[in-house]
């Protein structure tokens, strides 16, 4: 069946390092890939996504490529801050009703 | 645009104890999902719904039943409150499927005990 797995966290790191979480995927056909961060106390928010093989998905200095041939979706970020510490979630949607299919979330901080 | 809301924030129930979680969206979705997120897990998706008059089961329906009679709204109602149904509960939206985003509102917190 369809699965994400995540990189276990948490993850911590200090400011300005790079940051890689990984991220695979199982599915049949060809799903879109997501990213959605949570920070403390909130719902989730869309980070980035991409939606067929090769496309690079990037937004607030996040990003992540899908590859098919690894079946992989790793979100990268060169300099991370602070205010980046969240849980991020990597998803999968296939078109059965629109349903995603989450990872188990990795856990991020960032120290000063 | 408020987006996706969902009253309460939180809530303690006793077992056996029914309530209803409340969920609506003004941005005209026609989709419309509840999920369960567990500690140090992904979210579950209980049931969802492809537009008014429509629902059906996700991967953990169990204990729940839903309804759907406007575009906008979407309450998740449970019966016969169990300790395993402690959890966050989130409600989302998204305007179709095949790569569509989807919202998400802030999370009710249940405890049951």
């Known amino acids: 069946g369809n699965s994400v797995t995540q990189m276990e966290g948490p993850v911590t790191l200090s400011e300005e390092a790079f940051l890689t979480i990984n991220c695979t995927y199982t599915a049949t056909g060809y799903p879109s890939l997501f990213w959605y961060v949570q920070y403390p106390g909130e719902g989730l928010q869309l980070l980035l996504k991409?939606?067929?093989?090769?496309d690079k998905g990037s937004n607030k200095g996040f990003e992540a490529t899908y590859r098919k041939e690894t079946t992989s979706f790793h979100l990268e970020k060169g300099s991370v801050q602070v205010s980046d510490s969240a849980v991020y979630f990597c998803a999968l949607l296939y078109n059965q009703g629109g349903k995603l299919i989450f990872g188990q979330g990795t856990e991020l901080s960032v120290k000063p | 645009n408020a987006g996706v809301t969902q009253t309460p924030k939180f809530r303690i129930l006793k077992i056996g104890q029914s309530m209803t979680l409340q969920c609506t969206q003004d941005?005209?979705?026609?989709?419309m999902y509840w999920y369960r997120q567990d500690p140090g897990m992904g979210l579950k998706l209980i049931y969802y719904?492809?537009?008014?008059?429509?629902?059906d089961k996700g991967e953990v329906p169990n204990g729940y039943n839903v309804s759907r009679s406007t575009t906008e709204d979407f309450p998740l109602r449970l019966e016969l409150a169990a300790p395993s149904q402690t959890s966050v509960y989130f409600c989302a939206s998204s305007y179709s499927t095949g790569g569509e985003t989807q919202y998400f509102g802030p999370g009710t917190r249940l405890l049951v005990l």
């Open positions: 991409a939606t067929k093989a090769d």
């Open positions: 719904s492809v537009g008014a008059g429509i629902t």
């Open positions: 941005m005209n979705h026609n989709y």
